[in-house]
């Protein structure tokens, strides 16, 4: 029992943070996303407050459906990325994306499909060589290059 209620405070916690969070950011693209997370937050309360069990097991699912796995999955998605696998990096995403409804991910989805489609040899390659651009014309170097390959290879080129 203990247990239990530990774990539904715990969810409206973090609930709240999150929800104060995006009051406070108020970002136009993230208002979906904030009311789920106020309803959710609403239903913890509620749950805490009339000693339901099923509407604080409901809240604390919701809770870890919505915020806690798409903390996790952004974290893992970052280190996946970093280790080199581009393409699991951005199922990582997406599958965070469609755990946060209404949060806005659809530019950055868009992007990373982008860089899931770059041949893993290309990346090899240009983080073997060293490739860190000094200033601004070699970066704008750099992305010229990296049109160019794009343009190059006909399945990039649609994904562009």
């Known amino acids: ?38 309803v959710e937050l609403i239903l913890a309360g509620a749950a805490i407050v009339r000693d339901d069990r099923f509407l604080g097991a ?16 952004e974290r893992a998605a970052r280190q996946v990325f970093t280790l080199g696998s ?6 990582m995403t997406g599958l965070r ?16 499909a982008g860089f899931g489609k770059v041949p893993q040899k290309t990346v090899n390659v240009k983080i073997s060589n060293g490739a860190r651009p000094a200033d601004a014309d070699s970066v704008k170097a750099a992305l010229a290059e990296a049109q160019r390959a ?11």
């Open 86 to 91: 581009p393409r699991w990096a951005v199922r």
């Open 97 to 112: 994306a469609l755990l946060m409804p209404g949060a806005g991910l659809g530019r950055q989805q868009q992007i990373l």
């Open 58 to 73: 409901i809240a604390v699912c919701l809770c870890g459906l919505t915020v806690g796995l798409p903390w996790l999955l």
């Open 150 to 160: 794009v343009q190059a290879q006909p399945e990039l080129r649609a994904a562009a």
């Open 1 to 38: 029992m203990a247990l239990y209620e530990n774990l539904l405070v715990f969810a409206a916690i973090l609930l709240s943070l999150t929800a104060l969070r995006l009051v406070r950011r108020r970002d136009p693209s993230q208002w979906l996303y904030m009311l789920l997370v106020i």
